[in-house]
């Protein structure tokens, strides 16, 4: 009987170690009982400590400036919280609240016309349109808001048309701040849409045209509840970008959270800020729980082994209007505003303004920006393999707590690294080192994202293969992952490149004495009205964006 039950338990462990859990893990896991539950945790294959440790750092220097903001706030005292609570803090809500919903609407039905129109039907030049339409990404809408201020401002172009006192436009007024917002951000639609509508199955449209609905019909019911991911992530980063926008919002002289943290920071009240930042993180975290909740109860699937690519319609007597449609918005979001700043910088040229200074804001731009996206490379890697190859609770929240910084704005990135470096790392202290890191906290997702999408496509058998040869994990990553992932990273490198070098609010306010970029002198010159010397610098910023929109177009 005793050889029959010792016979059981050895087979019992055999069985185990056949499962991937080696009969001396087992004995070493009765040994040590952390031990074994930390190898239980990773089912049996924990990704080693150089590894893991790399990607907690990641982690924390994500969060580390958001949670010190906050910590920070909660001991501001209760007399700053009930004087933004006497009415300042409503009037902030409602400006912010209402210029989100207002844009995101906005842009949501530019966004999905515009995708339907060179998508689905006989547009003239409808693939060319794919692209130019894509442009506007790549003008930050703070040049965008200075173009519209030279143009119609209350001295602008317009204005010459028209006796003094007369003139019927508010550049500076809510009107004014949604129409350029929207105009410069409702890409985000229109690329995230155009990919949803490649993919749509024809059978859909066939069944419900043979039940006689017409086009429209099917448009409101089978076409825009497949749609309605796609909007929605496109909705979720227009939302975002409105919350977190500073440099439009200021020129245009109206006042949302972003602005209103700034000019407390630039009156050195920086309880009070911490507290308007605590406040704009729970409006942030509303949003996404939102759009959260939305996407759970909206979910609509199609199979691929009948796919059918969708028909193109004809427009037939719409063709005309729908073309004027589309040209329209090009002018106003594209050549418009490249007419404004190629006349004044052919002005600033020709008066000398590609000066010593000017490159050396060039070069300053390129500076951080290039440490930027070489540090987000470097972290990417480890953060998105942890997730694809082991995953668990804590590479989830490794993960989750990488894309915080991109949810939030510069503004409040920037406070939590003057907070956090002031009291911890004072020898980094106003160097320019801290704006790199800000704009690593800012963009690291986009790194992620990139470099995910390349690792998806690499088999695990691949770096399990250098596992079984000896290779620690993250040499596996490094020699075996890493070569075959590179061009994603890279990619995901020049997307970083091309945010950090268009971000503002952060750089204005971590940038030491002396050190300007292109974008804070864009910010200064066009304040005081120089539009000859901020013309230049906004062009080189955007034909530098130009780089990146040919992955983007590629990816979308």
């Not at 990704?47 to 893991?52: C, F, I, R, S």
């Not at 958001?66 to 609570?85: K, P, S, T």
Request: proline letters at 6%; glycine letters at 8%; aromatic letters at 14%.
């Amino acid at each position: 009987m005793k050889w029959r039950q010792h016979e059981k338990q050895k087979h019992q462990g055999e069985q185990q170690a056949g499962d991937g859990q080696s009969s001396p893990a087992s004995r070493r896991f009765k040994k040590l009982p952390f031990k074994g539950v930390w190898t239980s945790h990773w089912n049996g294959r924990p990704p080693g400590g150089v590894l893991l440790g790399f990607g907690l750092l990641t982690a924390l220097l994500m969060g580390v400036p958001i949670f010190y903001v906050i910590w920070r706030a909660m001991f501001a005292g209760a007399d700053r919280w009930e004087n933004l609570m006497d009415g300042r803090l409503l009037d902030l809500l409602w400006n912010t609240g209402t210029l989100m919903v207002a844009v995101t609407g906005a842009t949501l039905v530019l966004g999905v016309s515009l995708a339907w129109l060179v998508s689905r039907t006989d547009l003239p030049g409808r693939r060319m349109w794919q692209w130019l339409l894509a442009v506007p990404l790549v003008i930050p809408p703070y040049v965008g808001a200075a173009a519209y201020i030279i143009v119609a401002g209350p001295v602008g172009w317009l204005a010459g048309f028209f006796d003094p006192g007369e003139y019927p436009l508010d550049i500076y007024s809510f009107a004014g701040v949604f129409f350029v917002l929207t105009i410069f951000t409702f890409p985000y639609v229109f690329l995230i849409t155009m990919a949803s509508l490649r993919k749509m199955n024809r059978n859909y449209e066939e069944v419900a045209r043979s039940q006689g609905l017409s086009t429209s019909q099917i448009f409101w019911k089978v076409n825009v509840p497949f749609l309605r991911p796609a909007m929605g992530a496109g909705a979720i980063l227009v939302s975002l970008y409105v919350l977190s926008d500073f440099g439009a919002i200021a020129m245009m002289r109206y006042t949302t959270f972003t602005a209103a943290i700034y000019y407390q920071m630039g009156s050195y009240d920086n309880l009070s800020a911490t507290v308007l930042s605590v406040v704009l993180i729970a409006l942030t975290l509303v949003v996404l729980w939102i759009e959260s909740r939305t996407r759970k109860k909206q979910k609509y699937y199609q199979t691929a082994n009948s796919f059918m690519p969708p028909d193109t319609l004809a427009l037939g007597k719409w063709k005309l209007p729908a073309l004027m449609y589309v040209i329209g918005v090009f002018f106003f979001a594209v050549v418009l505003p490249m007419i404004v700043l190629v006349y004044w910088s052919s002005i600033g040229i020709a008066e000398g303004a590609l000066d010593s200074d000017f490159w050396e804001y060039t070069w300053n731009s390129i500076l951080v920006s290039g440490m930027a996206a070489l540090i987000c490379m470097v972290l990417a890697v480890p953060v998105i393999y942890l997730k694809s190859r082991y995953p668990s609770p804590i590479t989830s929240f490794i993960d989750k707590l990488s894309y915080s910084g991109y949810a939030l704005p510069g503004v409040i990135v920037a406070l939590g690294i003057i907070y956090f470096f002031n009291e911890y790392i004072p020898a980094l202290y106003n160097t320019y080192y801290l704006i790199a890191i800000a704009f690593v906290v800012r963009f690291l997702p986009q790194a992620m994202q990139s470099g995910e999408a390349s690792l998806s496509l690499v088999s695990p058998r691949i770096d399990e293969a250098a596992r079984s040869l000896g290779q620690p994990p993250w040499k596996a990553m490094f020699k075996v992952v890493l070569p075959s992932i590179l061009p994603g990273v890279l990619a995901g490198g020049a997307l970083v490149f091309v945010s950090a070098i268009k971000e503002l609010p952060a750089t204005l306010l971590l940038r030491p004495p002396g050190f300007d970029t292109l974008a804070v002198r864009i910010w200064v010159d066009t304040n005081e009205a120089f539009y000859h010397l901020a013309a230049p610098a906004a062009l080189i910023i955007i034909i530098i964006s130009l780089i990146p929109l040919r992955f983007l177009l590629k990816k979308y």
